[in-house]
Each structure stands twice: as structure tokens, then as C-alpha cells.
């Protein structure tokens, strides 16, 4: 069965500085991959996904991933955070054979960004 | 457009009551998804609707929980009896999945938060 891990719960981070939330699945078939944002008392809402092409993916708000498929990895990337970036991230992965199937979301990542 | 409606946005029960939750999905999305999500984890997916049809329902306690998704636009989500275990977010999402087109994405609601004592 497919999982994902992402591998810090809380990631603290000064305001303007660069993050890095990191994302490795399971999965040995094909896979999509996402980014989601949940802000407090919200539904979750994309950021970026991966379904082919280049392994570099650029998302809304300044955010970017890359698909590193030898490491089985989707680490999201800012260069320089904001205040309002402060949420919990979520990674998620979706068997390409599943066509429209369910996702599989990683434990989350909670971004706190101090100014 | 409007997006993904859920309702109430927050329910509080005793223990052995019923609850409902319901979802209006986004215009046109034939695809529509209910979540549960316990405090500090990610979504887990409990049903999956291709308009009407329940195509994965793998993952929903059915012994408690039912769904349905009549004339495959709005759907409710039941709970009968609640448990204090059941506390956590109900989720609802939509998308638009074809033979031909489809987004990937899913678009989520707000969640009903549900508290059992």
C-alpha cells in the first residue's frame, strides 16, 4: 500500500528566510503528487502538483517542488517566506492507474513563521 | 464560482446520537470525495462518488456510517451511533474526472468539526 512521509511535523522559520518541507512516498508504480495548504479552520487547498513532464513544479504563492523519482521525493520549496505562509502543509500521492481515484496524504507539516 | 459548500461547520453530540453532514459540491464536478481527518494527520479518504455511484467506500465503517449521493450533486454523510472516537473533521471535496479530461485536482470544502461527548 502507498504511504507518505513527510518527515518534520513542525518546521519553525524567520520571516524571509528560505523553507524546505520535505516529502518522500512509498509508491513504486507512477504516481501524481501534490501540494495542499490548510489554513486554520479551512479545507485544504492546492499549491502545486506533479502529473508528468518537467520535475521542477511551480505553484501559487511563491511555492515549488521537485519530483526526484530515484529518491521516491517531492520536497516543497520557498525561497522567502511571509507571515501569511504560516499553515499546515500537506503532501499527498495518487496511483496514475487510479484515474480519479483517492489521495493518500502524508501527516502533515506545520510551518510557523516568526517575524 | 462557489466553491465546495459543507454544512453545519461545527456539530456537537452525545455519544450513541445520530449526525449528518452535508456537501454541495462545485457546479459540474462529477467526482465527490468525503475525508475524515483526526486532529494533527492528514485527510483519509472514506468515500469516493462517481456522480451517483459509490466507486470506493473501502475505508467507511459501515457498520455506523452511511453516505449517499441522490441524483449525484448533493451528498450527505451519516453517523448513527456516534462514538467518542468520531470526533475529528469531515471533509468534503469535488473534481472533475472524465474519460478525457481530467484536473487532478480536488477541490475541498471547510469541514464539519465534530466534537462527541
Known amino acids: 500500500a502507498q504511504s507518505v512521509t513527510q518527515l518534520d511535523s513542525q518546521v519553525p522559520v524567520f520571516e524571509e528566510a528560505p523553507v524546505e518541507l520535505r516529502c518522500n512516498y512509498s509508491?513504486?508504480?507512477?504516481?501524481?503528487l501534490f501540494w495542499y495548504v490548510q489554513y486554520p479552520n479551512q479545507g485544504l487547498q492546492l499549491l502545486l502538483k506533479?502529473?508528468?513532464?518537467?520535475?521542477l513544479v511551480k505553484g501559487i504563492n511563491g511555492f515549488e517542488a521537485e519530483f526526484n523519482k530515484s529518491q521516491t521525493s517531492f520536497h516543497l520549496r520557498k525561497p522567502s517566506v511571509h507571515i501569511s505562509d504560516t499553515a499546515e502543509y500537506f503532501c499527498?500521492?495518487?496511483?496514475?492507474?487510479?484515474?480519479?481515484?483517492?489521495?493518500?496524504f502524508g501527516q502533515g507539516t506545520e510551518l510557523s513563521v516568526k517575524p | 464560482e462557489a466553491g465546495v459548500v459543507q454544512s453545519p461547520r461545527y456539530k456537537i453530540i452525545e455519544k450513541k446520537q445520530p449526525v449528518a453532514f452535508w456537501c454541495n459540491p462545485i457546479?459540474?464536478?462529477?467526482?465527490l470525495y468525503w475525508y475524515l481527518q483526526n486532529l494533527g494527520q492528514g485527510p483519509e479518504l472514506l468515500i469516493r462518488?462517481?456522480?451517483?455511484?459509490?466507486?470506493?467506500d473501502s475505508q467507511l465503517p459501515k457498520d455506523r456510517f452511511s453516505a449517499e449521493r441522490l441524483k449525484g450533486v448533493d451528498s450527505t454523510l451519516k453517523i448513527q451511533p456516534a462514538e467518542l472516537g468520531d470526533s475529528a473533521v469531515y471533509l468534503c471535496?469535488?473534481?472533475?474526472?472524465?474519460?478525457?479530461?481530467?484536473?487532478?485536482?480536488?477541490?475541498f470544502g471547510p469541514g464539519t468539526r465534530l466534537t462527541v461527548t
Open positions: 471535496a469535488s473534481s472533475h474526472n472524465s474519460g478525457t479530461s481530467n484536473s487532478y485536482e480536488q477541490y
Open positions: 509508491s513504486s508504480v507512477s504516481v501524481y
Open positions: 506533479y502529473l508528468s513532464g518537467s520535475t
Open positions: 499527498a500521492v495518487s496511483d496514475v492507474y487510479n484515474q480519479g481515484g483517492k489521495l493518500i
Open positions: 457546479s459540474g464536478h462529477n467526482t
Open positions: 462518488y462517481e456522480n451517483e455511484e459509490a466507486v470506493d
